[in-house]
C-alpha cells in the first residue's frame, strides 16, 4: 500500500485521490474506483447534496495517507479533510464505519451485504453497537446522511463501473474549499 502526506489544498488533495489508482485495501476495485463509484452513487440518490457526495469521493483518504489501519481510517480521514472540507464533510467521512456498525446492529441481512472485507474489519472498528451506542447514533444529526453514505460505500465496489472521472469532482470540491474558507 501506498502511503502520501495528508493534502492541504484542493490539488494536494486530488494529487492524494489518484494515487488510490494504484491502492487497494482488500477490497474487488482500487481506492480511487471506489471513492468515484461511491460519489456517484450518492449524487443519483441525494443530487442536491453536494457535500454528502464529496464525503463519498474522500471517505477512505485516511486508508490513502495511512495504509494498515483500517479500525482508525475514517477518523484519520476526518482529520485530513476538515481544515479544507469543513465539520460536515469531515462529520460524515468520521462517521462512515460507525453507520456500518449501526446497520449490522439493527438490520440482520445486512451483513449478508458487505464483502469480505469489509466483514472482515468490522470486529477491529468496534462491532456491533451496544445500546447506549445505537441511541447515540440514532440522534446523531447527520444520521440519515451517514445512512446513504454507509449504504453507497457497500455499492460501490463494482469492477468495470462507469462512472465519472476524478476531474469530474474538481470544480465542486474547490466550491467546498472555498465556501468553508469563507
Not at 442536491?48 to 475514517?74: K, Y
Not at 477518523?75 to 460524515?92: H, K, P
Not at 463494482?158 to 465556501?179: I, T
Amino acid at each position: 500500500m501506498v502511503s502520501v502526506p495528508a493534502p492541504r489544498t484542493v490539488d494536494e488533495l486530488f494529487a492524494c485521490l489518484a494515487v488510490g489508482d494504484r491502492a487497494f485495501d482488500g477490497e474487488t476495485v482500487n481506492l480511487l474506483a471506489h471513492g468515484l463509484q461511491c460519489a456517484a452513487l450518492l449524487a443519483a440518490v441525494e443530487p442536491s447534496d453536494l457535500e454528502l457526495q464529496v464525503a463519498g469521493l474522500v471517505h477512505d483518504v485516511g486508508t490513502i495517507v495511512a495504509p494498515g489501519e483500517p479500525s482508525r481510517h475514517a477518523w484519520i480521514g476526518a482529520d485530513v479533510v476538515r481544515s479544507l472540507l469543513g465539520d460536515r464533510v469531515a462529520t460524515l467521512v468520521g462517521g462512515h464505519d460507525q453507520a456500518k456498525r449501526y446497520l449490522v446492529t439493527t438490520d440482520a441481512a445486512y451483513r449478508e451485504r458487505l464483502s469480505p472485507r469489509s466483514i472482515a474489519t468490522l470486529r477491529g472498528q468496534g462491532g456491533l453497537l451496544d445500546p447506549t451506542e445505537r441511541a447515540a447514533f440514532e440522534e446523531r444529526a447527520e444520521f440519515d446522511a451517514l445512512l446513504s453514505l454507509r449504504r453507497a460505500d457497500d455499492g460501490a465496489k463494482e469492477h468495470g463501473r462507469a462512472v465519472p472521472p476524478l476531474e469530474h469532482w474538481r470544480d465542486a470540491v474547490r466550491e467546498l474549499a472555498s465556501a468553508h474558507a469563507r
